[in-house]
Nanobody
């Protein structure tokens, strides 16, 4: 079992920055990946970025490339999502999720077995 707890969400103006944190605990090991998804009401979770726990390989959704950076601190068991140049369209509940990696870093929410409760990000125009 893996447990994930997000923090760091809040209200920010257009163009601002936020750093989200995901505290990871439990039986995570190098063959796991941790990802960030965002979700708006009535919609399925949408992939944002993922990182492999062992090697630190990363993968991003096209719409966040150049704006968001995923990173991990395996000494502290934390995964971060640094977000810059935020836009109102980025407003959503952001959740981190973990999976035992298959081939590559998955983008589909159904491939992730463990989820946190999420942290709300609101970007005002």
């Amino acid at each position: 079992q893996v447990q994930l707890v997000e923090s760091g969400g809040g209200l920010v103006h257009t163009g601002g920055s936020l750093r989200l944190s995901c505290a990871v605990s439990g039986r995570i090991s190098d063959n796991y990946a941790v990802a960030w998804f965002y979700q708006t009401p009535g919609k399925d979770p949408r992939f944002v970025a993922a990182i492999s726990w062992g090697a630190g390989a990363t993968h991003y959704a096209d719409f966040v490339k150049g704006r968001f950076t995923i990173s991990r601190d395996d000494a502290e068991n934390m995964v971060y999502l640094q977000m810059h140049r935020l836009e109102p369209e980025d407003t959503a509940l952001y959740s981190c999720a973990a999976q035992v990696m298959g081939y590559g870093l998955a983008e589909n929410d159904y491939e992730y077995d463990y989820w946190g409760q999420g942290t709300q990000v609101t970007v005002s125009s």
